[in-house]
């Protein structure tokens, strides 16, 4: 089974940035639609940005113009540059193979990599 792992969290002031980064062994992500997704405390987990295999790229309104999905295929890494980052993006990221077209992913759920913006 393809297993992702998410890397790049941590403690930051409001108005900071943070770059996480998905990786999974192999060329597999190469081929996939790829979403990052976050879940705050209390809340349900929701999608932040996605990208395709081709690159079209989509943003949830909360982060638009803040946050950059990237990806490399070279490195088989999937990157999400957050930037001016506020108090309410504080959760858990995660980041999941998407079937394409659908909001359904494919696998289950890494670990995450937790963010924290103290305000």
């Known amino acids: 089974q393809v297993q992702l792992v998410e890397s790049g969290g941590g403690v930051v002031p409001t108005g900071g940035s943070l770059r996480l980064s998905c990786a999974a062994s192999?060329?597999?992500?190469?081929?996939?639609?790829i979403g990052w997704y976050r879940q705050a405390p209390g809340k349900q987990r929701e999608l932040v940005a996605s990208?395709?295999?081709?690159?079209?790229?989509s943003y949830a309104d909360s982060v638009k113009g803040r946050f950059d999905i990237s990806r490399d295929n070279a490195k088989s890494t999937v990157y999400l540059e957050m930037n001016k980052l506020k108090p309410e993006d504080t959760g858990v990221y995660y980041c999941?193979?998407?079937?394409?077209?659908?909001?359904?992913?494919?696998?289950?759920w890494g670990q995450g990599t937790q963010v924290t913006v103290s305000s």
């Open positions: 999941a193979r998407r079937l394409a077209g659908s909001s359904l992913i494919i696998g289950s």
């Open positions: 990208i395709t295999s081709g690159g079209t790229t």
């Open positions: 192999g060329t597999v992500l190469n081929f996939n639609d």
